[in-house]
Each structure stands twice: as structure tokens, then as C-alpha cells.
């Protein structure tokens, strides 16, 4: 019966973006970015600083109006339908939006009056979030005495207060201890399948336990979208790690490798470390250079991200 009618919220994907730009003056902050997030997905945004992460998920939360381009959220065009898509997402951002003169249930239930829930409703979920993020024993206290990885679960129980179709989390796990974000990580998996999730994070290793795909970003463009095991297969070869004494020296010696500096060592992938490690000591000979160390790594996600973003961090 769909035949002849419009794609409608029934069939389409639960976050669409096309050809979506956003210019500040002069800066194009996003760029020409289209993907599109299955339903039920985590789905990762990475990228360096300034890449046009927010930005984006600014503009599917309806925060910002992007400069042209299209995006769906929960079937609901962005620009024609705000309403409709506020209603159907949870966000959490990574500045603080909690009252911090309210405990954390005063939060929940001023935010799930917002959403027009009823009593019962809300004493339910309120509940049932709370213990989620483990802060049942914390919910009549003020939030302005929580620490930050309290206040982060808090937020992220607000999210997940109404239910929404999709929740947006930019950077949910910044500045908090392993310990902490990896419960959040817990948390988030819980709804993997029911909940579509878009993320935001500078954590690599995040990305690579928690989501379904990610897409990595750069100067406002998506430069690859795949499941992280597919994007480092993409990553063809082997990385070798090197501690030099004139690090520099060596570097503009081995141009033409692909190669970055991180933590003072230099990195280079190459097709065979072992046809490639001779040859390094034979440059760095010729060059006057003292090879510290050598060692050998597997790749992984951080190094098609480095490999994809030049190395910025
Ligand atoms: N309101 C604004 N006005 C002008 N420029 C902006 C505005 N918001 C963002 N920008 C610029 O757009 C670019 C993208 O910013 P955005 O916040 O989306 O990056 P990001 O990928 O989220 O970075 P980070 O990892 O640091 O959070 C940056 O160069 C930023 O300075
Ligand atoms: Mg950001």
C-alpha cells in the first residue's frame, strides 16, 4: 500500500543525512556530509578537533539549522519538523544542562514533566533510569554535590527518560576515569539494538568496543564510514613503531613513507615490517641517525584513524 506515497517516518532509516553543509562566514564547519544510521545501531562520530562533530549533531538535534542539505531524524525532516524530532530523541551534550540546585530526581521529574508524562509514568522511569546509572542511593541529593562522572550518568539518564527513538551523546565519556566510562559504556550497550545511538568521542578505543560503525571525520568531511574491524582491514601492511635520538632528522630521511609522530616516536606503516626494518637501519646509517628502538604493532582502529585524519589529534 506504500506504493506512490512519500518515504514516510514508517520506512525510513532512524537517522538520514544528505549532502548536508554548514557554513560559519567563511568556515564551512560541515561539508557536503551524508550517512545514513541503521535502526537499533551505535553509531560513532570521530574525528580531530574542529572536525564538525557537534556541528552536526547539532543540527540533527535541531539546535542548528544547517546552510543546506537535508537530515531525518526518526522519519522527521530536521528543518520542517523540529518538534517532531525533539520529541522522539534523547541528548546529552558535553556541557552540563543540569540544574545543580535540584537533586537528581528533581531533574528527572522536571524533565519528564517536560515531556508531558504522567505521574505514574514518571515515577516509573524515574526509577527505573536512576538505577540504570547506578544513582539510586544519590537521587535526593543536590546534583551540585555530585562529582562529574555522577553528573555524566545523571545527564545520561535524562536521556533515556522518555524512551526516545534515538539518543545523541556528544563526547559522553570525556574527562571521566576508566572505571567510570567503561559503566557508561555498559549502560549504552543495554539499549544496543532497541535504542538507535550517534556518539561523538576522542576516545578510539570507545569507538572500537561500543560501536556498530563509525564514521571518521575531518575539515567537515566524512572521509570513511565503515564497522571499525572493516575500516582496519582497509589498513593493509603493518605499523612500525620507532625511538630515535633525532627523531626529525630521521623523519624528513624516510619521506615518501607513510608516517606520523605520536608520543615522541615515529610511526610508519608499511606493507612488510620485516622488508622494511633493514632498510629503515640503512637510512638511518646513511643519515647519522641512532635507532633507539623498534617494535612492531598490529593495527587497529587508532591507526586507520590516524592514518585517515594526518595524524592531528
Ligand atoms: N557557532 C559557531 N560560530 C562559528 N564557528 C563555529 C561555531 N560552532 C563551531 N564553529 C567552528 O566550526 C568548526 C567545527 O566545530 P565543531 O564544534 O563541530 O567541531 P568538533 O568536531 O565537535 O570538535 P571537538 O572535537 O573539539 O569537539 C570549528 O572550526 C569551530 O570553530
Ligand atoms: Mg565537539
Redesign the pocket.
Known sequence: MRIGLKAGAAEMKPIVVRELIKE?GE?R?VDSVSFEVEEGEIFGLL??????????IKILVTLLKPTSGEAFVAGNNVLKNPGAVRKNIGVVFQDTTLELDFTARENLDFHARLYGMSKEERKRRIEDVLSLVELSENADQLVKNFSGGMKRRLEIARGLLHVPKVLFLD?PTLGLDARTRRRIWKYLEEFRGDTTIML?T?YIEEAEKLCDRVAI?RKGRIVAVDRPEALVKRLEGERVMVIAESAEKLRSALKGFSIFERNGKLEIFVNSAEQFIPKLFEIARANGVNIEEVSIKRASLEDIYVKLTGGEV
Not at 574525528?47 to 552536526?56: L, M, Q, S, V, Y
Open positions: 560559519f568556515l564547519a574525528g580531530p578537533n574542529g572536525a564538525g562533530k557537534t556541528t552536526t563526547e561523538t576522542h571525520m
